[in-house]
Structure formats: C-alpha cells, structure tokens
C-alpha cells in the first residue's frame, strides 16, 4: 500500500505500453464482427423479442465482448469461445422451446390478462411488476380515456401490453385513467350517504360499474368487495340519440 499513490499517468493511461491500445483496436474489431455475425445468425427474434431468459443471455455476451477487448491476459479466442456458447445454448432453447410448451413457458412466461371487458382482472394486475400508475399511462398512451373503452389487454412476455379496444358503438362507462383518478389519489364517495345524483359509479380498484338512483347508498363492490367509489367515465360513450340518427341515416 506503500506505494500506491494518486497517480494520473497510471489511472487514465496505465501502466501497460501505449502501443497496447493498437491491440485494443484490433481486439475490439475481432470481437464486434464476430458477435455482429452470431447476432445475424441468431434472428430477428431474438433481437427485437427478448425474453427474461435471452435478456439474461444478452447481458452474458455483452460480458464475454468486452472483457477480450481491454485485458491483455485473455485471449481473443476465449472470448470467441464464450460468445459462441451462449449463442449454441440459445439455439438449444429455441429448438427446445419450440417442442415443448412447458419448458417455453418456464423459461419465457406467457402472457397476463390485466383487463376483460372495461374491467380489471385484479388476480392477473396483483401477478405482474406493473403498478395501477404505470397500467394507467399504458392505456393513455395508446389514447384510452376509461377502462370502458378497453375489451381486453394483456402483458405479453416481452413486457410490453396489448390493448384491444371495443368498437365506438360498445363503449360504456368506466374508470377514468386520468392523472389523479389512480387508486390512492382519487376522492372517494362515501358509502353512508345517500347519493345526490343517479348515475353510473365505478369500483376504483376493480373497475366494476353500478348504476344507482338518487337515494340509494353505495354498496360493497359485488367483484372485489372493496368499497372505494368514484363517479364514471362517459368518455367515448355514444349517446342513444346519436345511434338512433346514426340508424336513421343508413
């Protein structure tokens, strides 16, 4: 320890020859064509398609790339040897996977319904990483104003999430997605006041619709039992008057 200092020269240049980083160039050169030709071998798939496990794989080349680049004390061919592993054990599961829908299940997941018909599947929502927030910029993102809007939505195993969305004249009222309407955020109604108003209200955390008149108190949500309650999104919903011109007019 005597004789380590804070030595600039040895912390950005160090302590091997300068002509060293010609060899770094070569050895960079050697291993980006080699794996850009394993790349190419593998497929498109498994470029743009990654599952947990061909993430983890990918993470493994990008370790067995760089170390042969910068240390002198490994061969390039060891790391050859490395990246050409993964790549053959990655074909072994594609070949595999492909016979046996158990084994692809394992190592790649299968999708999650998050929601069935303007409702949350509040089994498959508690499965997933995704918060109720993250779900919420989801589907605004792909322009869903309220759970009503939605038919059906899955995570896929890619992580990203599916949306179909039912057609203008089967959109009812639902849960608004909305910035500050997420669970936790929103003021609830009370359940022991009668309302004021007859409508449609919604379960804030399953996205069950009621329709109640003006008296009536709120219950317990027949789907979750839970009894957080906000007033529903009409948003996309076609007015009857609309549909009976529409009708009128074909």
């Given at each position: 320890m005597e004789n380590y200092t804070f030595d600039l020269h040895r912390i950005f240049i160090g302590d091997l020859p300068?002509?060293?980083?010609?060899?770094?160039?070569?050895?960079?050169?050697?291993?980006?064509?080699?794996?850009?030709?394993?790349?190419?071998?593998?497929?498109?798939?498994?470029?743009?398609q990654l599952s947990l496990f061909e993430f983890v794989l990918i993470i493994g080349l990008g370790s067995a790339v760089g170390d042969p680049m910068f240390y002198f004390d490994i061969p390039v061919i060891h790391g050859m040897a490395a990246i050409t592993f993964v790549v053959i054990i990655e074909w072994l599961l594609i070949w595999v996977t492909n016979r046996s829908h158990k084994v692809e299940e394992v190592l790649e997941g299968k999708a999650t319904r998050l929601i069935h018909q303007g409702q949350f599947d509040v089994e498959g929502v508690d499965k997933v990483s995704m918060s109720r927030n993250e779900i919420y910029m989801e589907l605004r993102l792909a322009g869903v104003e309220q759970l009503g809007q939605v038919k059906l939505s899955y995570l896929e195993m890619n992580g990203e999430m599916s949306i179909f969305k039912h057609e203008p004249q089967d959109v009812r009222a639902g849960l608004p997605l909305l910035p500050g309407t997420e669970l936790g955020k929103a003021q609830t109604l009370p359940l022991d006041k009668p309302l004021t108003e007859a409508g449609d209200?919604?379960?804030?955390?399953?996205?069950?619709?009621?329709?109640?008149?003006?008296?009536?108190?709120?219950?317990?949500?027949?789907?979750?039992?839970?009894?957080?309650?906000?007033?529903?999104?009409?948003?996309?919903?076609?007015?009857?008057?609309?549909?009976?011109t529409e009708q009128a007019d074909s």
């Open positions: 300068i002509l060293f980083l010609v060899e770094i160039a070569l050895r960079t050169a050697i291993m980006l064509f080699y794996l850009m030709l394993l790349l190419r071998l593998m497929g498109r798939r498994s470029l743009t209200y919604v379960c804030l955390c399953c996205g069950s619709t009621v329709s109640l008149k003006v008296g009536q108190n709120l219950p317990s949500c027949h789907r979750c039992d839970d009894t957080k309650w906000i007033e529903a999104s009409y948003a996309g919903v076609q007015k009857q008057d609309d549909q009976s």
